[in-house]
């Protein structure tokens, strides 16, 4: 079945680091990928997406490309701040035709926890 | 526009017990989902639904039942409750025809078995 392996946390960084939290995936077909971050107390948003081979999904300073020839989707960015400070999910949405489900549940890691110290 | 909310944010259960957790969202989304998340494991499906009246079994469904007898509201029961089910529970929501499954959260449910 699909699945999704991400870096193990927690991570620990200065405010103006550069960041890179890895995440590779196993999946038949083309599976569209995502990064959703949790802030203290609250329920996952939506980071960034991309849905096809070489797509690079960006937002607030945070890039991910989709490398079909690695199966990964790193996350990555240039100079965090203190409220980066979050638990980040790397998800996987299966490919439609191939799904045996209508509803298409995503598949997501375990979670990194990033720490960003001022 | 209150998007996917969840009752209560917290709550502590005995070994036994049953409790009821509500999600409520406004954007008239068709499909609605229970998620659990416990450390080092990330999110697993408890049960789903794609429309009013109908339900289907996730990753882990066992100890729990779910409703949707109104389109806006999804409810998630135990029955008996166990410390195994001590975890944060989301509920997240999406739109049919999304093409890229993005999914709408809320902002989960601490539960404590004793």
């Known amino acids: 079945g699909d699945s999704v392996t991400q870096m193990e946390g927690p991570v620990t960084l200065s405010e103006e680091a550069f960041l890179t939290i890895n995440c590779t995936y196993t999946a038949t077909g083309y599976p569209s990928l995502f990064w959703y971050v949790q802030y203290p107390g609250e329920g996952l948003q939506l980071l960034l997406k991309?849905?096809?081979?070489?797509d690079k999904g960006s937002n607030k300073g945070f890039e991910a490309t989709y490398r079909k020839e690695t199966t990964s989707f790193h996350l990555e960015k240039g100079s965090v701040q203190v409220s980066d400070s979050a638990v980040y999910f790397c998800a996987l949405n299966p490919t439609p035709l191939i799904s045996s489900g209508s509803a298409r549940q995503l598949t997501f890691g375990s979670g990194t926890q990033l720490t960003v110290l001022p | 526009n209150a998007g996917v909310t969840q009752t209560p944010k917290f709550r502590v259960l005995k070994t036994g017990q049953s409790m009821t957790l509500l999600c409520a969202q406004d954007?008239?989304?068709?499909?609605m989902y229970w998620y659990r998340q416990d450390p080092g494991m990330g999110l697993r499906l408890i049960h789903y639904?794609?429309?009013?009246?109908?339900?289907a079994k996730g990753e882990v469904p066992d100890g729990y039942n779910v409703s949707r007898l109104k389109k806006q509201n999804f409810l998630l029961g135990l029955e008996s409750a166990a410390p195994s089910q001590t975890s944060v529970y989301f509920c997240?929501?999406?739109?049919?025809?999304?093409?890229?499954?993005?999914?709408?959260f809320g902002p989960g449910t601490r539960l404590t078995v004793l």
């Open positions: 954007m008239n989304h068709e499909y």
């Open positions: 991309a849905t096809k081979a070489d």
């Open positions: 639904s794609v429309g009013e009246g109908t339900t």
């Open positions: 997240a929501s999406r739109r049919r025809g999304s093409s890229y499954n993005e999914q709408f």
